[in-house]
């Protein structure tokens, strides 16, 4: 055997006594609590914690959604706008050159004009002049807004624009 030997250990019965006294009394404030957290606690919590969290993300996704429909909703009407718009500046288009048509068989000054269509609108320009003579009275400012309502830029002065605006009649004197 070996030379040193290792002495048995001697328990200490007064602190064991105080430890299991310490035990003891714990345990009695235990007894305090009515509800102690269930074994499944954690797991709970936890399906609490997911819960919360995919709430929240369908909340973030309902609203995105919302937000997503809103826009391609204002889109759909923009679209419609616009789709409309080409229409109608189309049909005013076609109705303006049968209008136009006519007009370039006019060799007369008093001859009667067809109307032409506001190409933004679609409205027959009701104030518009009826005759080449008519046309040839108007003032610049009046002679700007038709051709204005007509879609064509206005350039040079009264006469050249007062041509433009015959020229867009159909009137080819």
Do not use: K, W
Request: charged share 20%; with cysteine.
């Amino acid at each position: 055997m070996d030379s040193e030997t290792v002495e048995p250990r001697i328990p200490d019965v007064q602190a064991a006594a105080t430890a299991f006294r310490t035990i003891a009394e714990q345990l009695d404030a235990c007894s305090q609590y009515t509800e102690f957290p269930s074994p499944n606690y954690n797991e709970t919590r936890l399906h609490a914690i997911v819960d919360e969290s995919l709430a929240s993300v369908q909340n973030n996704v309902n609203a995105n959604t919302e937000r997503i429909l809103r826009s391609i909703a204002e889109l759909r009407s923009e679209f419609y706008a616009a789709i409309q718009a080409v229409n109608t500046r189309v049909s005013s288009s076609r109705r303006n050159d049968v209008a136009r048509s006519f007009n370039s068989t006019i060799n007369r000054d008093n001859s009667v004009l067809a109307p032409l269509y506001n190409v933004e609108t679609g409205e027959l320009i009701t104030s518009f002049p009826h005759t080449i003579h008519d046309i040839s009275q108007l003032p610049i400012n009046e002679v700007n807004d038709f051709l204005h309502q007509l879609d064509i830029v206005s350039t040079g002065n009264l006469v050249s624009r007062q041509r433009q605006l015959m020229l867009a009649y159909g009137v080819v004197l």
